[in-house]
C-alpha cells in the first residue's frame, strides 16, 4: 500500500546528440542565417551616430524608438504596404491558378508535342531573370500599363517554375481516381476542378507561400516599371532611402523590419505545408 502510495518516479531524458559534428554544423548555419535579422534589428534601434562608428556597436545605448516613426515620415509607407499587397495577391491568385492548369494538363493530359513544349518550358526557368527585363518592359509600354499598379504584378502572374512544381505534384496522385471519375461520366473540366484541385491543395499552397516571399521582396521588376513614388511597392520605397553620400542606416533597417513582419508571420503559419508541398511533389533543392 505504501509503494502504491509513492509517487511515479520520472526518468529525465538527456540529450546526446548522435551526431556532434552534424548538430555543430548546423548551429553554425543557424548563426549565420540568423545573424543580419539580429544585426537588422540592433541597427534599427540605434542612432545614426552608432550605426556609423568603428568600432561597430551591436547594442544600442539608448534604443532610439523614434525610428519607426520616421519611416512614416520619409515615405509613403501606407501607401506602399497597399501596393505591396495587392500586388502580391494579384500575383500569388493568378500564379497559383495558371500553374495549376498547366501543371495538370501536362501532366494527365495527353496530346501532340507534350513532351516538346513542356522540354520548352522547363528551358525557361534556365534563362537569367534579367533577360525578360527588356522584353517585358516593352510589353508593358506598349500596353500604355508604365507607372501602374497593373505592370507590377501582370508579369508576374505567370511561371515556368510554379507549372514544373504543380505537374509534379498533380503526377503523385492516384491515377485510379481520375479513371473512376471518368467512369461516372465526368468530363475533363469536372475531373479537374473538383476532384483533383482540392486533392493538389498542398501543392497550390506550397507555391503560394513561394510565390508570396518572392513578391513580397521583389525590387528590380518594380524599379524597371514604376517611377511614381505613388504606385511603388515598400520594397522600392525603402531603396530611395539610400542617399548618394550618406544613408540614415536605422531608418532604413527600421523600415526594412516593418516590411519584412507580414512575409515572416506567413512563412511561420504556412512553413508546415510548404514543406510537405515541396516533398510531396519530389522537387528536391
Known amino acids: 500500500m505504501a509503494e502504491s502510495m509513492q509517487a511515479p518516479v520520472r526518468h529525465r531524458r538527456r540529450f546526446r546528440p548522435k551526431h556532434p559534428i552534424a548538430h555543430l554544423v548546423l ?5 549565420f542565417m540568423v545573424g543580419p535579422f539580429l544585426w537588422q534589428l540592433s541597427t534599427s534601434l540605434q542612432s545614426f551616430g552608432e550605426s556609423v562608428s568603428v568600432p561597430p556597436t551591436f547594442l544600442p545605448h539608448s534604443p532610439q524608438w523614434s525610428n519607426v516613426t520616421t519611416v512614416f515620415g520619409a515615405l509613403p509607407f501606407g501607401r506602399e504596404l497597399v501596393n505591396t499587397t495587392v500586388m502580391t495577391i494579384a500575383r500569388t491568385v493568378g500564379q497559383v491558378l495558371f500553374s495549376a492548369l498547366a501543371g495538370f ?5 495527353q496530346f501532340r508535342g507534350r513532351g516538346v513544349l513542356f522540354a520548352v518550358f522547363l528551358s525557361v526557368t534556365m534563362v537569367p531573370y534579367q533577360v525578360f527585363l527588356l522584353p517585358q518592359y516593352q510589353i508593358m509600354q506598349k500596353l500604355g500599363l508604365l507607372n ?4 507590377l504584378f501582370l508579369p508576374g502572374m505567370f511561371s515556368a517554375f510554379g507549372t514544373f512544381l504543380m505537374r509534379q505534384f498533380f503526377r503523385q496522385l492516384p491515377i485510379e481516381i481520375e479513371e473512376a471519375a471518368r467512369i461516372d461520366g465526368a468530363n475533363i473540366l469536372q475531373i479537374f ?5 482540392p486533392m493538389a491543395a498542398p501543392g497550390m499552397i506550397a507555391l503560394g507561400v513561394l510565390v508570396i516571399i518572392w513578391s513580397w521582396n521583389d525590387l528590380l521588376w518594380p524599379l524597371v516599371v514604376n517611377s511614381d513614388p505613388r504606385q511603388m511597392p515598400v520594397s522600392a520605397g525603402l531603396a530611395s532611402l539610400q542617399g548618394q553620400y550618406t544613408t540614415n542606416f536605422p531608418v532604413l533597417m527600421a523600415g526594412s523590419l516593418l ?3 507580414p512575409v515572416i508571420i506567413v512563412f511561420v ?5 510548404l514543406m510537405s508541398g515541396i516533398a510531396f511533389s519530389g522537387v528536391k533543392g
Not at 494538363?105 to 493530359?109: K, L, S
Request: net charge positive; proline share 0%; charged share 10%.
Open 27 to 31: 548551429c553554425v548555419g543557424a548563426v
Open 105 to 109: 494538363a501536362f501532366a494527365r493530359m
Open 148 to 151: 501602374t499598379l497593373v505592370a
Open 193 to 197: 476542378w473538383r476532384i483533383m484541385l
Open 259 to 261: 516590411a519584412s513582419l
Open 269 to 273: 503559419v504556412f512553413q508546415r505545408h
